[in-house]
């Protein structure tokens, strides 16, 4: 079984830093996807991010970029030039990659908060 | 990406009842998957619906406390049965899609029970 491990509960940093959240999975698969998801107070799940486990190069989507290590299991986020609006829960998560759907398996959390 | 609605967006029941909670696509996927966010934790899965079969139930969920439908592509619902207070919670639809490798979710559904 795949599991995830957020081990930063509460950030907290000033607008316009940067900021990086940790994840660690452990998985025997070798094929698989990592995704970063934000959940404002709204609860609605917001895909940030993805990282398909083939690829070398590290995911970037504008502000967010991934710091992918895959020896390591290591998938953190880093978020430049924060803004108010980043503030959120964010939840890492693994999802196997084969044939039909897989489910995702979330880590605990890690609740950002931006400070003005 | 699919636009997802689900309903109620929040409900309080009182103990013992049953509530069923809606999630409707704007278009065809080709899953549909129920998870529970219990408060201060992180989501869970509870099921997958299968379009024309049985749901897929994981570990430590059951059909008769959470049973599943899923009459098409586009539509699934999500009854909790015989609610208890421990069933508080946000439960949020997700869907798939072939050559997407991506799930994306429904505003969700509080639901408080007294």
């Known amino acids: 079984a795949q599991t995830v491990t957020q081990s930063q509960p509460e950030m907290s940093v000033q607008e316009a830093e940067t900021v990086t959240l940790s994840c660690t999975y452990d998985t025997s698969e070798n094929n698989y996807y990592l995704f970063w998801y934000k959940q404002p107070p709204s609860r609605q799940m917001i895909l940030v991010i993805r990282q398909e486990a083939y690829k070398q190069q590290n995911a970037t989507e504008n502000r967010f970029s991934v710091n992918f290590q895959k020896a390591a299991k290591s998938f953190s986020l880093k978020i430049s030039d924060s803004q108010l609006g980043d503030t959120a829960m964010y939840f890492c998560?693994?999802?196997?990659?084969?044939?039909?759907?897989?489910?995702?398996?979330f880590g605990q959390g890690t609740r950002l908060t931006i400070n003005p | 990406s699919a636009v997802i609605s689900q309903k109620p967006s929040r409900d309080i029941c009182q103990r013992g009842t049953s509530l069923t909670i809606q999630c409707q696509v704007d278009?065809?996927?080709?899953?549909m998957f129920w998870y529970r966010q219990q408060p201060g934790q992180s989501l869970t899965l509870i099921a997958t619906a299968n379009q024309g079969s049985e749901a897929t139930y994981e570990s430590g969920f059951v059909i008769d406390k959470f049973p599943i439908s899923r009459p098409n592509l586009t539509f699934s619902t999500l009854t909790v049965s015989n609610m208890s207070p421990e069933d508080s919670s946000i439960y949020l639809c997700?869907?798939?899609?072939?050559?997407?490798?991506?799930?994306?979710f429904g505003p969700g559904t509080r639901l408080t029970v007294t």
């Open positions: 998560a693994f999802m196997k990659q084969g044939s039909g759907a897989q489910k995702l398996v």
């Open positions: 278009s065809q996927v080709t899953m």
């Open positions: 997700s869907v798939w899609t072939v050559g997407k490798d991506e799930q994306y």
